[in-house]
């Protein structure tokens, strides 16, 4: 498999571990992405600009697999940049890009962040020709793999992740826009094919992202949904060579918040541990993958939020609101409305203005860390924020009552992640009633009390 293009070839910990992948479950993740065989029926009619945006970077991983093994079966050259280690500086970015290239075809020619003649002119003359040079180096790169492609006789893919990170660039003086000057690099070449892969987007980001890129009416977009629980349960049956039973199928997807990656990383820990398939020995499994800091699990959670905000100025500020949201309760009880905190409750806590808070909210929204309902912004990603509040809690290095203490905590909130997510017919057949306004209320508060029970421990 090629590797990952970016920062000194350095790979993320989020893809240290095995997907186990056989051609039969990676045709069946082909389809689920978004019917991926519509990508080779466009090439062969050669249309254009046809964006694949991914919920789940462990699809990333299976399609730039794909794509590598398949590389002499199908007519594709594809090569993969990951700009959210590619684009910490134009450097990065074009030789990251002119690796990506090469690898495509199998080549070494271009070593990775090699500075292009223009970076290594004088400042005075940099800062005049940057913006104009960076696009000729991109457009330069994309040249050579189309017309090597056309060589070959095989259809150009580019695959995109975190696209948004181009903007990380603005910061470097005479660069410009960066999403222009890479829409106009790829808009000299109508055959090329892009595979945006972006972690968590909105349909209304992804027609975003693709028009930030291309600036194309024509450019068309498919958004891949999260796991139901029979693709859970196909996924998991190859990894441990186990038929999972409906109500263990139910709570994987559940625990995993039904994203891939989470879903591979926890199931190859079930398998290592031989873990029974029963809802109670799954959620203690998860328990204790969210307490140890070196699974698999935590590895992949530790990656995403250092990799969303560690680049960004401020960071201190927008890990401590992170922190701070962690404890807030999030739960969608039935009969109350209060969930994750205003903007105003954060900056009272932060000791910042409103305004100030609004705009690190904003930030953290647009790095796909939160989400906003109504007046109020929340994690998008469960297990995120469980992890998060662990990681304040010091959960690594603990032991005896605290750890006791953090493992019923997590329990609990694992457990009513399962009782939120059970469809409502199963309520309604019981003729159970919800609970009332006062007893909603009543549960809240023992909620917020328990997360205040930490600062009991040492």
Known sequence: MGSLVGLAQARSESYHF????????????????????????????????????????????LLWRGLRSRARQMPVAGAF??????????????????????????????????PPGWLTSPAAVRAKRADMALRAELSEVLDRFVSKSS????????????????????????????????????????????????????????????????????????????????????????ILADE??????????????????????????????RVPLHEEQLVDAMVEALLDPVSALSAILRSRMRDAISSVRGDTVLRHILRVMSFATLRRLRSTSDSGMSASEVALRIGRSVPAASDYLRWLMRSLLLEKRGSRYVFGDRLLRLWVRLDTLGAGGTSGVKREFLRQMVREELLEHRREDEPPAVEAASGEPGPSKAEAEERLEVVKRRDEQFLEFD
């Not at 065989?37 to 991914?54: D, K, P, Q, T």
């Open 18 to 61: 095995d997907m186990g992948i056989d051609r039969r479950v990676f045709d069946m993740l082909l389809d689920w992405v978004g019917s991926f065989g519509a990508v080779v029926e466009a090439m062969a009619i050669g249309e254009s600009n046809l964006l694949f945006i991914s919920d789940d970077f462990g699809a990333l991983e």
């Open 81 to 114: 940049v990951d700009f959210g280690r590619a684009a910490l500086s134009p450097t990065l970015l074009s030789g990251g890009i002119a690796h990506a290239v090469d690898e495509a075809f199998g080549g070494e020619q271009t070593r990775e962040g090699e």
């Open 244 to 273: 999972p039973s409906d109500e263990a199928s139910g709570a994987l997807c559940s625990l995993c918040d039904g994203r891939l990656s989470y879903l591979m990383a926890f199931c190859g820990l079930l398998a290592a541990r």
């Open 151 to 238: 060589d070959e006789r095989r259809r150009p893919v580019l695959l995109m992740k975190d696209v948004c990170c181009l903007r990380a660039l603005r910061n470097y003086k005479g660069v410009g826009d960066p999403f222009r000057g890479l829409g106009e690099a790829l808009g000299n070449f109508p055959t090329i094919q892009l595979v945006v892969l972006q972690y968590g987007l909105s349909p209304a980001a992804v027609f975003e992202t693709a028009h930030a890129c291309l600036s194309r009416e024509s450019t068309s977009a498919k958004v891949m949904p999260r796991l139901s629980a029979d693709e859970a349960s196909a996924i998991a049956s190859h």
